[in-house]
């Protein structure tokens, strides 16, 4: 029988999803330099690793809140409340979990029926206004693989998930944030991962995968309940949820890493934990948005550019994340910048769309700019005049 001690040790040495664990550690590499005697032709440098994009640079009360490793049983219940909350969230999903491939799968009843191939629903989170990444087929530490072995993982679930991302971005995050120059490579290599978004990490972290599996507390009589596998406490998801806002109200901005599968007790946590999460956050004026605040590559769209109404100021006026108020974009020296409304006002600008992006001159330099929902999800796009017809960018 394993103390909770020896679970937590194992676990750290494992690492998970949202571990800086030593598979993060093995991603740096360090390149002394080395005194020669002799001149000798210099080594060739390691190309570096594309680097990992985080939320940093969100303006102020701006938060996309991410779920990682599902889909899992509870996975379409938390969809429909983030729903009826609107709130759309991005769900960085697994094909399935393979006993002996997949990192730190947990134990339990049901751990190897989970993923989409285990539970088609990719469709119900798109319909319900959700985004998909891509985790992996088999949630594998990319660096602990060969580079064909991650870009294969990348590529078929991407495959997999493209008829349900349709025309909104191709995202990855890789599992554990284990990411390196060799995968970097392998990724390089292949154009249709090339060009998706990614690899995505956090900004934020309250380790609700940890606190489903144990109790680490000050105060375990208040914080501490039953239903940990294994008869061990686990921290209660009120307590998950406020060590969440926390660390959110000192960041005031960023990704947020969340899992709808979490340790070895399922979704049923990640739907209670959003339940205490999602309201506090809405109470303190957050908004919620893709992961990237970046249009898409503008393309053109059929129909004529016909906005509802032209604002006076020359700006657009429309919904960009599907929360039900309207957001601001205008053009400035370096492109299009946008601002997503609060409660207390719109949030400062961003930059949205860079003037040197392929394709943005074409919207950039136009006579003027709408926002519209072009594709139906829920989330206006950004369209300009072009000749008969218009080119648009799809909002993330
Ligand atoms: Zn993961």
Same mark, same amino acid.
């Given at each position: 029988?394993?103390?909770?001690?020896?679970?937590?040790?194992?676990?750290?040495?494992?690492?998970?999803?949202?571990?800086?664990?030593?598979?993060?550690?093995?991603?740096?590499?360090?390149?002394?330099?080395?005194?020669?005697?002799?001149?000798?032709?210099?080594?060739?440098?390691?190309?570096?690793?594309?680097?990992?994009?985080?939320?940093?640079?969100?303006?102020?009360?701006?938060?996309?809140?991410?779920?990682?490793?599902?889909?899992?049983?509870?996975?379409?219940?938390?969809?429909?409340?983030?729903?009826?909350?609107?709130?759309?969230?991005?769900?960085?999903?697994?094909?399935?979990?393979?006993?002996?491939?997949?990192?730190?799968?947990?134990?339990?009843?049901?751990?190897?029926?989970?993923?989409?191939?285990?539970?088609?629903?990719?469709?119900?989170?798109?319909?319900?206004?959700?985004?998909?990444?891509?985790?992996?087929?088999?949630?594998?530490?990319?660096?602990?693989?060969?580079?064909?072995?991650?870009?294969?993982?990348?590529?078929?679930?991407?495959?997999?998930?493209?008829?349900?991302?349709?025309?909104?971005?191709?995202?990855?995050?890789?599992?554990?944030?284990?990411?390196?120059?060799?995968?970097?490579?392998?990724?390089?290599?292949?154009?249709?991962?090339?060009?998706?978004?990614?690899?995505?990490?956090?900004?934020?972290?309250?380790?609700?995968?940890?606190?489903?599996?144990?109790?680490?507390?000050?105060?375990?009589?208040?914080?501490?309940?039953?239903?940990?596998?294994?008869?061990?406490?686990?921290?209660?998801?009120?307590?998950?949820?406020?060590?969440?806002?926390?660390?959110?109200?000192?960041?005031?901005?960023?990704?947020?890493?969340?899992?709808?599968?979490?340790?070895?007790?399922?979704?049923?946590?990640?739907?209670?934990?959003?339940?205490?999460?999602?309201?506090?956050?809405?109470?303190?004026?957050?908004?919620?948005?893709?992961?990237?605040?970046?249009?898409?590559?503008?393309?053109?769209?059929?129909?004529?550019?016909?906005?509802?109404?032209?604002?006076?100021?020359?700006?657009?006026?429309? !919904? *960009?994340?599907? +929360? &039900?108020? %309207? /957001?601001? @974009?205008?053009?400035?020296?370096?492109?299009? =910048? #946008? $601002?997503?409304?609060?409660?207390?006002?719109?949030?400062?600008?961003?930059?949205?769309?860079?003037?040197?992006?392929?394709?943005?001159?074409?919207?950039?330099?136009?006579?003027?700019?709408?926002?519209? !929902? *072009?594709?139906? +999800? &829920?989330? %206006? /796009?950004? @369209?300009?005049?072009?000749?008969?017809?218009? =080119? #648009? $960018?799809?909002?993330?």
């Amino acid at each position: 029988m394993r103390s909770s001690v020896a679970l937590a040790v194992a676990a750290a040495i494992a690492g998970s999803c949202g571990d800086d664990g030593p598979e993060a550690a093995r991603a740096i590499e360090l390149h002394a330099p080395v005194a020669r005697a002799t001149a000798i032709p210099a080594p060739a440098i390691a190309p570096a690793a594309r680097p990992q994009l985080d939320g940093r640079d969100f303006p102020d009360k701006v938060l996309a809140l991410t779920w990682d490793d599902g889909p899992d049983r509870h996975t379409l219940e938390l969809a429909r409340y983030l729903h009826d909350q609107r709130v759309r969230g991005t769900f960085f999903v697994v094909r399935a979990w393979v006993d002996g491939v997949s990192a730190d799968p947990g134990a339990g009843d049901g751990v190897f029926s989970t993923g989409f191939a285990a539970l088609p629903i990719l469709g119900d989170l798109v319909r319900l206004g959700h985004r998909l990444g891509n985790h992996t087929g088999n949630h594998v530490l990319l660096t602990a693989v060969a580079p064909s072995e991650a870009a294969r993982q990348l590529r078929e679930n991407q495959a997999a998930i493209a008829p349900f991302v349709g025309s909104g971005p191709r995202m990855f995050r890789a599992p554990g944030g284990a990411w390196g120059a060799a995968a970097s490579a392998a990724i390089a290599e292949d154009a249709d991962l090339r060009e998706a978004w990614g690899p995505f990490r956090w900004d934020l972290d309250g380790k609700d995968w940890e606190g489903s599996r144990w109790c680490r507390s000050d105060a375990p009589a208040t914080e501490c309940e039953a239903g940990a596998p294994g008869g061990e406490r686990r921290v209660k998801p009120s307590v998950v949820a406020a060590r969440y806002l926390a660390q959110i109200e000192r960041a005031r901005h960023g990704i947020v890493l969340l899992h709808d599968r979490v340790g070895h007790v399922g979704s049923r946590y990640a739907v209670d934990v959003a339940r205490a999460l999602v309201p506090a956050l809405r109470a303190r004026g957050y908004v919620f948005a893709a992961p990237r605040l970046h249009f898409q590559t503008p393309a053109p769209a059929a129909g004529p550019f016909a906005p509802k109404a032209p604002a006076a100021d020359g700006a657009a006026h429309g !919904d *960009l994340n599907g +929360d &039900g108020h %309207a /957001d601001r @974009c205008d053009r400035s020296a370096r492109g299009v =910048v #946008c $601002a997503l409304a609060t409660p207390a006002g719109l949030t400062s600008e961003s930059l949205w769309l860079d003037r040197d992006d392929p394709g943005a001159s074409a919207i950039v330099d136009a006579s003027s700019i709408a926002l519209e !929902d *072009l594709d139906g +999800d &829920g989330r %206006a /796009d950004l @369209c300009a005049p072009a000749g008969a017809d218009r =080119v #648009c $960018a799809r909002a993330p």
